[in-house]
């Protein structure tokens, strides 16, 4: 199977568009999938200008006509955006309504089917919410858009991977959302996701909340009432699970490859490790010089991948952004199209 990916551009005034022209300037991507671009002319164009100059783009209206050529993009143009309508570097609301509507297009495609999976470039939260679009992130924007409801975020690539029970909220919020059922949720949602990456069976790690996992009620009451009681029902369902384990500990014992994916409580629980494990900064430059790792919605009718940074505004429209994580996610979703398709 060689799978058609929509790729959106994420938020024009961000790395979005430049990371998706690099990343198409590898040529493996073309001989694993083909890849449809899901933006704007414009912003495309810029980034070939300020990077590979010999690259081009053919504009077109579905992904069938898609010609999968490498040296070639095909774009379906939303044509949202005119020349120097917007500014790089910069929250704006047209950047964010623009944005927005590339995420919307790709579900719509996805949906219907015309795409087997879909990768995300960056938004800008505070873009798409200037814009009138009231979310907290793409998390939320696949949710609503594909009528789900029982979805989680996992981070996959390099030393281990992690799933999320909840993820953009406040701390104080975060600690009332930890109950049995969507830890229990999310414990399938992290055998179910690491299936799709190829991984059956996968040994599941599920992070305790509170120091030390509670200390048997000492430091809190959460893995007591709530986080014990829906490991021990997974397991009653045949799911290879494990824990509370500390989460001052959990993630070195993955790292060493003791599990394959860490069940975290909350956002920063999960992405902390993560993108310590992953990213690389060259601060002599203030570049990143590693930026891997795959953030995928696990949950929905359809598969969703994406790059597991921001927007980073303030390098963007200078050709220094790095596609690594935009290669992964690539890369994760013709994986788990694949994957997916093989299940049926």
């Known amino acids: ?40 002319f414009e912003a495309i164009n810029d980034s070939i200008r300020i990077g590979d100059k010999t690259m081009r783009v053919n504009r077109i209206d579905n992904p069938k006509e898609a010609k999968g050529v490498f040296g070639t993009i095909d774009l379906i143009d939303l044509a949202l955006l005119a020349r120097g309508s917007y500014e790089y570097k910069k929250v704006q609301s047209l950047t964010g309504e623009a944005s927005f509507r590339y995420v919307v297009a790709a579900i ?99 992070a305790g909340l509170n120091a030390h996992a509670g200390e048997n009620g000492l430091f809190g009451t959460e ?62 430059t203030n570049i990143y010089t590693s930026m891997s790792g795959v953030n995928c919605t696990i949950g929905l009718p359809i598969i969703r991948t994406s790059v597991d940074h921001g927007t980073a505004f303030g390098k963007a429209g200078e050709g220094r952004a790095n596609e690594e994580s935009m290669l992964d996610a690539i890369d994760a979703g013709i994986k788990m199209a694949v994957n997916r398709a093989a299940k049926r």
């Open 1 to 40: 199977m060689i799978p058609l990916i929509g790729i959106t551009t994420g938020d024009p005034a961000g790395i979005g568009p430049e990371i998706v022209v690099k990343a198409l300037r590898h040529k493996d991507v073309y001989t694993k999938s083909i890849p449809v671009v899901i933006g704007d």
């Open 108 to 206: 719509e495609l996805a949906m219907r089917k015309e795409i087997d999976a879909v990768v995300t470039g960056p938004i800008s939260k505070e873009a798409i919410n200037l814009a009138g679009h009231r979310f907290s992130g793409h998390t939320e924007i696949f949710g609503e858009y594909t009528g789900t409801k029982g979805y989680a975020m996992l981070l996959t690539g390099g030393a281990f991977s992690v799933i999320h029970v909840t993820t953009h909220c406040s701390m104080r919020d975060a600690c009332g959302r930890i109950k049995k059922d969507r830890v229990l949720q999310t414990i399938k949602l992290a055998r179910e996701g690491m299936s799709l990456l190829g991984r059956e069976n996968p040994c599941i790690a599920v």
């Open 223 to 284: 893995e007591e009432k709530e986080i014990i009681p829906a490991i021990e029902e997974a397991k009653r369902t045949g799911i290879n699970v494990e824990g509370p384990v500390p989460p001052d500990t959990v993630f070195v014992k993955a790292a060493a490859g003791q599990y394959d994916v860490v069940v975290a409580m909350y956002h920063d629980q999960g992405h902390i490790p993560f993108k310590l494990a992953g990213f690389k900064l060259d601060t002599k």
